[in-house]
Nanobody
Framework: QLQLVESGGALVQPGGSLRLSCTAS????????IGWFRQAPGKEREGVSC????????KYADSVQGRFLISRDNAKNTVYLQMNSLKPEDTAVYYC???????????????WGQGTQVTVSS
């Protein structure tokens, strides 16, 4: 069964950093682009970042550009989201999900997991 599990969320102060992990089981991650998404309370889910299957292409939402860094370790079947200079508005549940291709922007497949909670507050 294809499954992605998100982890690494926590309570952090504004200006702090966190690294989220997205680990796959049941399939080889390097054949898919992977996206990170987030959903804040009362808001729709939004795309945060995406990385191609090879890792040579990345995309970021304007709101996180320059603060977040997506990377992948295909040997560990894991994609990471390094989040720096965190702001209260980054508070959300963060999810990862594969695309139907090695390229970002392809249709998503699979289903949403449980996500990992990130709370930025003093």
């Amino acid at each position: 069964q294809l499954q992605l599990v998100e982890s690494g969320g926590a309570l952090v102060q504004p200006g702090g950093s966190l690294r989220l992990s997205c680990t796959a089981s049941g399939f080889t991650l390097d054949t898919y682009a992977i996206g990170w998404f987030r959903q804040a309370p009362g808001k729709e889910r939004e795309g945060v970042s995406c990385i191609s299957g090879s890792g040579d292409s990345t995309k970021y939402a304007d709101s996180v550009q320059g603060r977040f860094l997506i990377s992948r370790d295909n040997a560990k079947n894991t994609v990471y989201l390094q989040m720096n200079s965190l702001k209260p508005e980054d508070t959300a549940v963060y999810y990862c999900r594969p695309y139907l291709s090695v390229h970002c922007g392809a249709p998503l497949f699979g289903s949403w997991g449980q996500g990992t909670q990130v709370t930025v507050s003093s």
